[in-house]
């Protein structure tokens, strides 16, 4: 099994940056891939970014060229990936989430989510 918690949250100003971080733990060699999502007051979850265990990442439009996700990188006995965010706009405002895609065998894949790391950007 896996699990995963975010940190690095925070309030800033819009223009900003923030960094958040996923920390995975338990059986993290076989992640296939970490995600970041968002979910804002009212809406529905979406992705944001993601990075692949093979360093492919993806990257939602809104995040395509202001967010960066990093590899992943081995630390603390887990993996950890970090999401760099710039020019922090107020619409980026939601609570993000990491979720971890990884294999419970050969065949099949299970996800997992953490709690959630509040972002707040204010105009």
């Known amino acids: 099994q896996v699990q995963v918690v975010e940190s690095g949250g925070g309030s800033v100003q819009a223009g900003g940056s923030l960094k958040l971080s996923c920390a995975a733990s338990?059986?993290?060699?076989?992640?296939?891939?970490i995600a970041w999502y968002r979910q804002a007051p009212g809406k529905e979850r979406e992705p944001v970014a993601t990075?692949?265990?093979?360093?492919?990442?993806?990257?939602?439009d809104s995040a395509n060229g202001r967010f960066t996700i990093s590899r992943f990188i081995t630390e603390n006995a887990g993996r950890t990936v970090y999401l760099q965010m710039n020019s922090l706009k107020a619409e980026d405002t939601a609570l993000y989430y990491c979720?971890?895609?990884?294999?419970?065998?050969?065949?099949?894949?299970?996800?997992?989510w953490g709690q959630g790391t509040q972002v707040t950007v204010s105009s």
């Open positions: 990075m692949t265990a093979g360093g492919r990442a993806n990257y939602s």
């Open positions: 338990g059986n993290t060699f076989s992640i296939h891939a």
């Open positions: 979720n971890a895609d990884f294999y419970v065998d050969s065949y099949s894949r299970r996800t997992t």
